[in-house]
């Protein structure tokens, strides 16, 4: 079983910063890639970036390149998203997301709670 927690959301100035970091507990052995996700009210979810387990970033949203980067700390069970140059139109609740690896070939994806990030004047 494993958990994540995502933290660091806000209300920011367009223009601004802001890092989100996601925090993963229970059997964090088992996992294997990592992304971020972001949902509008009415929306699917759309997939922001991703990372693999050996901490290359392999996914970026084309609306998002050369201004998010994702990293993770395997030491710490920490995955981050900095954002930067924020837009109003980056408004979501951004999830964190894990592939966790069962050992038999079965995979499933677990989800954090979102955090709330709003851009705007």
């Known amino acids: 079983q494993v958990q994540l927690v995502e933290s660091g959301g806000g209300l920011v100035q367009p223009g601004g910063s802001l890092r989100l970091s996601c925090a993963a507990s229970g059997s964090t052995f088992s996992i294997n890639v990592m992304g971020w996700y972001r949902q509008i009210p009415g929306k699917p979810r759309e997939l922001v970036a991703t990372i693999t387990r050996s901490g290359n970033a392999n996914y970026y949203a084309e609306s998002v390149k050369g201004r998010f980067t994702i990293s993770r700390d395997n030491g710490k069970n920490m995955v981050y998203l900095q954002m930067n140059s924020l837009k109003p139109e980056d408004t979501a609740v951004y999830y964190c997301?894990?592939?966790?690896?069962?050992?038999?070939?079965?995979?499933?994806?677990?989800w954090g709670q979102g955090t709330q990030v709003t851009v705007s004047s």
């Open positions: 997301n894990a592939e966790i690896i069962k050992g038999m070939g079965s995979k499933y994806d677990t």
